[in-house]
């Protein structure tokens, strides 16, 4: 996600390259006719039946019950401004400013469930259909059975893809003091890269890169690398996972290791420099699952190991553009110990979900599949003396998801919680929760209400962190400047969405109409503070780029109608991506948690 406020009476920060890309986009659009798409597409086998028109062809598709699989046609297509007829000059923009090659048909083969050879179910039809619509490079995705002689059929894939450009920056004063650019599909691979640069002022300028595989070793593993050498601080972190994508898998495991090293900033009440801490946070993982019996059991079980290390500063700084000084307040002074824990543990996986297509909910006018039934996965790890652990606490931690509903109206249901217990006192610490509850009615096809709930909070935490009034992320809107942060954050919203028409074929509009209303109490942090209940009020414009994008960009305005606690009115840039998965946590509470279960095998995308 990319969010970008504008706070009054500063020079606008932030994503001035995703603006002049929206803009080149849409003078795209709006320049000449829909060019045609691609006419070919790929076929595995030869002696199949022609199929440059089967594209269109929805009479003679058939339903997938056992018959074998002769062969696969993968027809990949581009965003939609693109195509073989387009212009010279519309290429050359689309190819250069937009970085798009269209995805390769061997990575689409690649996450199939589908094999040549092999019987078609229609479990295994939807599923493939829905994990090729999980991957962020791809937009939309159909999978379809067409009959052959013999009883046998052919499948057909058609995909078309995101844009797969990634450019920000931000600006402060009359210059600009971060850029970073981007490509979620380099060369139609599936890969995802990403580099950027920032300026230290006082400070060494920072520098990252990020690469991820979404298909490596040619199957449904991820890859993930990256790096950053910030102004004050480094990161290092590296995973190898197979993520829990359907319930067809037998299996589901994840390798990490990350070595964090930067500052925690909190805020100070009355005064505009935050004061910081820094922290070192090593932790590695090893873990999987295996599914117990067939896939209508859909029961997992699995194990883990884990090793994490934190250690914090003595004592707190003041980081300004000029450059570091002492805390004099002394809030942070020995706040935090350090702390050192390796774990083994069990999980228990329970994944009574189906998947239901639905329109317009998350994004504008894409199709996004949500989960209805319930899962549950259960960690439990025992604290143990190795790797230089203590062995002093036990480890215990739920994830609980429901979902039910229609495509008109849908109710859903999400919350993490961990906890450590002493085995010496019997005491219970670093106690962190999250969870939101969301209800989705689609009035009309063009209409979508959005009312939901979100709280987060963590008690007798081990960990550096705080919650803020106004965070981009989790806080309410309009209150970006507030100087109000806590341990424990309520936010409830509602949300009136409309779908407008198109900028040809390329674009489609739609506008919003919203509501914030939360608060956050002091609790145990460092300058917390309750805040009461705050509200804003506010509109939105919405684009989706192409118009089946599920990503949506939001410019939205937002005034608060509560006085105090530093609200103000506030323009907000976004590009969002909430179709992949139901509730993803802010990243302020984050920090709070452990890390000891990772999300990426008791999750789905």
Request: charged content about 20%; overall charge neutral.
């Amino acid at each position: 996600m990319l969010t970008t406020p504008v706070r009054p009476g500063l020079a606008p920060p932030g994503t001035l390259a995703a603006l002049a890309t929206i803009a080149t986009i849409a003078a795209l659009a709006m320049s000449s006719q829909p060019a045609a798409a691609q006419d070919t597409p790929v076929r595995d086998t030869a002696g199949v039946r022609d199929t440059t028109a089967l594209r269109d062809t929805t009479s003679d598709l058939a339903a997938c019950t056992g018959q074998v699989v002769s062969a696969i046609v993968v027809d990949p297509e581009p965003p939609g401004m693109l195509g073989d007829d387009a212009p010279w000059w519309r290429r050359a923009v689309v190819n250069g400013v937009l970085q798009h090659v269209t995805t390769k048909d061997g990575v689409i083969r690649d996450l199939l469930r589908l094999k040549v050879g092999e019987p078609c179910t229609e479990l295994e039809r939807s599923e493939s259909e829905r994990i090729l619509r999980a991957q962020p490079f791809i937009a939309t995705a159909s999978v379809r059975a067409l009959p052959e002689s013999g009883g046998r059929v052919t499948i057909l894939v058609r995909t078309v893809d995101e844009i797969p450009a990634q450019l920000g920056g931000a600006m402060r004063g009359s210059g600009i003091s971060a850029v970073t650019l981007g490509n979620t599909n380099v060369l139609g691979y599936g890969m995802a890269l990403d580099a950027g640069w920032q300026q230290g002022f006082a400070f060494r300028d920072g520098m990252s890169a990020h690469f991820t595989d979404y298909h490596a070793l040619h199957g449904p593993y991820t890859f993930a690398i990256g790096g950053r050498r910030a102004p004050l601080g480094s990161d290092f972190s590296t995973s190898l996972a197979e993520p829990f994508l359907t319930n067809l898998q037998h299996t589901a495991w994840h390798v990490g290791y990350s070595d964090r090293h930067g500052y925690m900033s909190f805020l100070r009440p009355g005064d505009e420099h935050n004061v910081s801490l820094g922290l070192r946070r090593t932790l590695w993982d090893v873990g999987g699952m295996v599914r117990v019996g067939p896939p209508s059991r859909r029961v997992f079980i699995g194990a883990l190991a884990t090793h994490e290390r934190s250690g914090p500063a003595a004592a707190g700084v003041i980081i300004t553009r000029e450059g570091m000084e002492p805390d004099t307040t002394g809030v942070l002074d020995a706040r935090y110990g350090s702390y050192e824990s390796t774990r083994l543990g069990a999980l228990l996986g329970v994944r009574l979900v189906s998947f239901m297509p639905v329109h317009g909910f998350d994004a504008l006018d894409a199709t996004q599949d949500l989960a209805k039934g319930v899962q549950l996965g259960l960690i439990a790890a025992r604290g143990v003396r190795a790797f230089g652990g203590d062995g002093s606490a036990d480890f215990f931690s739920g994830d609980l998801y429901g979902g039910t509903g229609t495509p008109e109206s849908f109710l859903g249901a999400r919350t993490e919680v961990e906890g450590q217990r002493s085995r010496g006192t019997g005491r219970w610490n670093a106690i962190v929760a999250s969870g939101r509850l969301a209800w989705y009615l689609k009035s009309s096809e063009a209409e979508t209400f959005i009312a939901s709930g979100e709280f987060s909070g963590a008690w007798r935490t081990t960990l550096p962190f705080e919650l803020a009034l106004g965070d981009p992320e989790g806080g309410v809107r309009g209150y970006i400047d507030s100087r109000i942060a806590g341990s424990r954050r309520l936010v409830f919203r509602a949300e009136n969405r409309w779908r407008l028409g198109t900028l040809t074929k390329f674009v489609r509009l739609g506008v919003a109409g919203f509501a914030d209303m939360g608060s956050v109490w002091a609790g145990g942090v460092p300058f917390g503070q309750t805040s009461g209940m705050k509200g804003s009020v506010g509109v939105g414009l919405l684009a989706a780029i192409p118009q089946h994008s599920r990503q949506l960009l939001r410019l939205d305005l937002a005034v608060p109608v509560t006085p105090g606690a530093g609200g103000s009115w506030e323009i907000r840039f976004s590009v969002v991506n909430g179709t992949r998965t139901f509730w993803r946590e802010p990243t302020d509470i984050g920090r709070a948690r452990s890390e000891t279960g990772p999300a990426s095998i008791l999750s789905w995308p």
